[in-house]
């Protein structure tokens, strides 16, 4: 996803999804990325209305459908 995009959360790689559940990414729900910094720093996406901070490692085991 690039910055401004949104999309559709499609899967989550496996024990990952209750860490991130607890913060509203879920299979089915829509995010927006908000910004991304450079050399693999963290990224911010907008889920629900609410901003969060996720770092490289994590985002790579969220598969997202963007929407065009």
Do not use: F, H, W
């Amino acid at each position: 996803m690039g910055c401004g995009e949104e999309g559709l959360v499609k899967s989550i790689e496996g024990n990952l999804q209750n860490k991130v559940a607890g913060m509203g990414v879920r299979v089915g729900k829509k995010i927006k990325m908000a910004t991304k910094q450079p050399i693999r720093g963290p990224l911010v996406v907008t889920v629900d209305n609410y901003s969060i901070s996720l770092g490289m490692g994590i985002a790579n085991k969220i598969i997202v459908e963007v929407e065009r």
